[in-house]
């Protein structure tokens, strides 16, 4: 069965030091996004993309954060300057675009990020 | 933009019972409500959605119902099952491409043998 695929699954990082995440999505999904979950709440959109074009970045905090999809298959998620606030879990999902209405999003295991 | 807001946050249930979440949406052109079922350690895991052309959907031993002019959605677990355990996640969104999930607050959900 097809999967997001995320990496690494576990990151322990100072403050100040920058960090990445790698997430490749299930093939053929053209709309990726990347969710932080804080510990004990719902996901939270940082960015959406629609193949290589960001679509939404509304809720990415852009001085520290950025993401890429650069061929429009996997993307990276970058924080730098990393910051204690930023311990979470980041989850990556894709979906298919579906004509007339939303498809269904598939979410990988994630990425559970401690800045110390 | 959209607010879901979800209750109960916590719901401990015998097993064999049912068991209830809610959910309420602000955005009247939400149209697709996505049910997500999280374990520890991982990530949602899509579980029954329904979309806004439907009142009611069921997969077994979970049903969704959807109630368009009270804004408002529900999950339905009936006979639960220990390994119903998990924190359940109800989600809603405008639909067309380029729309998000706007996620609730969770619900961790509890079956005692």
């Known amino acids: 069965e097809a999967e997001v695929a995320q990496s690494p699954r576990y990151k322990i990082t100072e403050k100040s030091q920058a960090v990445a995440f790698w997430c490749d999505p299930i093939?053929?999904?053209?709309?990726l996004y990347w969710y932080r979950q804080i510990l004990g709440q719902g996901p939270e959109l940082l960015v959406q993309?629609?193949?290589?074009?960001?679509?939404?970045d509304s809720q990415l905090p852009k001085d520290r954060f950025s993401a890429e999809r650069l061929k429009g298959v996997d993307s990276t998620l970058k924080i730098q300057p990393a910051e204690l606030g930023d311990s979470a879990m980041y989850l990556c999902?894709?979906?298919?675009?579906?004509?007339?209405?939303?498809?269904?999003?598939?979410f990988g295991q994630g990425t559970r990020l401690t800045v110390v | 933009g959209e607010n879901v807001e979800q209750h109960p946050s916590t719901l401990s249930v015998q097993e064999g019972d049912s068991a209830v979440i809610k959910c309420t949406y602000s955005?009247?052109?939400?149209?697709?409500f996505p049910w997500y079922k999280q374990e520890l350690g991982k990530g949602p895991q899509l579980i029954i959605d329904?979309?806004?052309?439907?009142g009611e959907k069921k997969d077994q031993r979970i049903a969704v119902t959807l109630n368009k002019t009270a804004k408002h959605f529900s999950l339905h677990i009936t006979e639960t099952q220990p390994e119903d355990s998990a924190v359940y996640f109800c989600?809603?969104?405008?639909?067309?491409?380029?729309?998000?999930?706007?996620f609730g607050g969770g619900t961790r959900v509890l079956v005692k043998p």
């Open positions: 999902a894709s979906s298919l675009p579906q004509t007339g209405g939303f498809g269904e999003a598939f």
């Open positions: 093939s053929g999904h053209a709309t």
């Open positions: 989600a809603a969104t405008k639909g067309a491409a380029g729309n998000k999930l706007t």
């Open positions: 955005d009247s052109a939400s149209n697709y």
């Open positions: 993309f629609q193949d290589e074009s960001v679509v939404d």
């Open positions: 329904i979309r806004s052309n439907v």
